[in-house]
């Protein structure tokens, strides 16, 4: 799919400082509807941070974040509520209740975001999502049963069952092997073609990156320097670009 001219996300001069720790110093960036990207950055440059920002979750010291047309930081109570319906938080660590059974995870933000829903529509929402991912045969069993890449896919499927229109992925591959972060990749490109989802994936996982982002943006010194193609955004001699690099395939 190929992205639209339309502008789904809009962040400008966004400054984020806990005491002295100025983590946030100046960030920009534009996201187009159906374009993936992919949020690159060493440990503590602040990614997690922005998506928080980007949810509602923190609020800005300076700068501003438009998401949907919206300003984030003004959004309170039923419009944050409904705002986050159509912006879906995928955590790091799927953040699946385990002591609840894989439909029961899934009926959950389902049943929590919209009301009125009948048992036939919400279990026909469960089973959609489920298919979406791939893991229809789950749908009984409890999450300590799965693998963690059957779990990453499962907190995709309940981030997907409000059908949101944009997505941000907080590293989606950490933690799993090679063969099932390909997998997650796919899923990811799967979903932007499927639903035509923005996508922010933030991620340490140049393999990710590269596969799933239309644009990378590295995040350094508190600021996107960087952000296009991946192989531009690599070809750049800039030593803290190099240094992330190499050191991703060194280890
Ligand atoms: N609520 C908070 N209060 C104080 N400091 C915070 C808070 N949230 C984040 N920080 C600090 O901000 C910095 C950036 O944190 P963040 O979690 O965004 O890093 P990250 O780039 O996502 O790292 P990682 O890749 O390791 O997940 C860290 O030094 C962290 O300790």
Known sequence: MTPSTETVIAIKGLRKSFGDLHVLRGVDLEVSRGENVAVLGRSG???SVLIKLMV??????????LVLGQDVETLRGKELDLFRQKVGFSFQSSALYDSMSIRENLE???VRNIRNLSRGEI????EEALDDVGLSQTINQMPSEL??????RIGIARTLILKPEIMLYDEPTAGLDPITSIEI???????????GATSIIIT???TCAK????RVAMLLDGKFERVGPFDEVFADPDERIQQFYNYKFVN
Not at 123 to 126: G, L
Not at 147 to 152: L, T, V
Not at 211 to 214: A, I, K, N, R
């Open 56 to 65: 509602g979750l923190l609020k800005p010291d300076a700068g501003s974040i």
């Open 45 to 47: 440059t602040g990614k």
């Open 204 to 206: 340490h996982d140049l």
């Open 123 to 126: 279990d026909k929402a469960v």
């Open 211 to 214: 596969t799933t982002g239309d």
């Open 185 to 195: 990749n796919n899923l990811i490109n799967e979903v932007r073609e499927r639903f």
């Open 147 to 152: 693998s963690g890449g059957q779990r990453k």
């Open 108 to 110: 959950f933000p389902l």
